[in-house]
């Protein structure tokens, strides 16, 4: 009878330690958690926002440079319809980088809401006074010049008349 017991509690306490090391072995990845975080709060912002390339956003699915989007962002307070609470989300084409913190800290001096952007699945406040606010610029693509222009200047050679 007293081998049967001690058999037993041996055997639970093997099961009770192996379920210990299944339970901690499925929480390893708490970052997805966090994750599924930012998704869910982003339905609480007011609007929303994605950084684009070369400092460029998406809003509303149309992509404009930091000076339109100050002006999307200017019309809004004309209407009366200024949000309160921005969130800046990486887009499928870029990340959050340093140009855009620096473009939505000017506007939210400018226009005094609140931006938070996703931080590797944390949520972070934008501080205008630590993030240096860059003034809004428009987005320029670099130029593309044809074949027969490649390799000349505007400086170089004089104007001749026989080249015509």
Same mark, same amino acid.
């Given at each position: 009878?007293?081998? &049967?017991?001690?058999?037993?509690?041996?055997?639970?306490?093997?099961?009770?330690?192996?379920?210990?090391?299944?339970?901690?072995?499925?929480?390893?990845?708490?970052?997805?958690?966090?994750?599924?975080?930012?998704?869910?709060?982003?339905?609480?912002?007011? $609007?929303?926002? /994605?950084?684009?390339?070369?400092?460029?956003?998406?809003?509303?699915?149309?992509?404009?440079?930091?000076?339109?989007?100050?002006?999307?962002? $200017?019309? &809004?307070?004309?209407?009366?319809?200024?949000?309160?609470?921005?969130?800046?989300?990486?887009?499928? /084409?870029?990340?959050?980088?340093?140009?855009?913190?620096?473009?939505?800290?000017?506007?939210?001096?400018?226009?005094?809401?609140?931006?938070?952007?996703?931080?590797?699945?944390?949520?972070?406040?934008?501080?205008?006074? /630590?993030?240096?606010?860059?003034?809004?610029?428009?987005?320029?693509?670099?130029?593309?010049?044809?074949? /027969?222009?490649?390799?000349?200047?505007?400086?170089?050679?004089?104007?001749?008349?026989?080249?015509?």
């Amino acid at each position: 009878m007293i081998r &049967l017991s001690t058999l037993l509690s041996r055997s639970a306490a093997a099961v009770l330690l192996g379920s210990l090391l299944v339970l901690a072995g499925c929480h390893r990845g708490a970052t997805k958690d966090e994750a599924v975080q930012t998704a869910q709060m982003q339905g609480k912002f007011d $609007a929303t926002v /994605e950084a684009y390339k070369s400092g460029q956003f998406m809003v509303d699915g149309a992509v404009l440079s930091a000076l339109d989007t100050g002006s999307h962002f $200017a019309y &809004l307070k004309d209407q009366g319809k200024l949000p309160k609470t921005v969130l800046l989300i990486p887009s499928d /084409e870029s990340k959050v980088r340093k140009a855009h913190l620096e473009f939505m800290a000017r506007m939210q001096l400018d226009y005094g809401f609140a931006v938070y952007y996703d931080d590797g699945g944390t949520l972070k406040k934008i501080n205008p006074v /630590e993030t240096k606010a860059r003034n809004l610029e428009d987005y320029h693509a670099p130029v593309k010049m044809n074949d /027969e222009m490649k390799g000349k200047e505007a400086s170089s050679g004089g104007y001749d008349p026989s080249q015509r």
